[in-house]
């Protein structure tokens, strides 16, 4: 699982996610940004995306 405050900040980072995602044929159904520089992703397989992420 990703760690998210090694990850924060760096650029590539959101290539790097949705590029697992979509090695693993996990389709991104949405994404949009939250508060506190958060990510929201809607995915069809979340049980597929947690273990590749």
Known sequence: MLDIES??????????ITRRLADAGV??????????????LGVDD???ALSVL
């Open 7 to 16: 990850i924060a900040g760096k650029p590539g980072t959101g290539g790097d």
């Open 27 to 40: 389709n991104i159904n949405l994404i949009y940004m939250a508060e506190h520089n958060r990510v929201v």
């Open 46 to 48: 979340p049980d597929k």
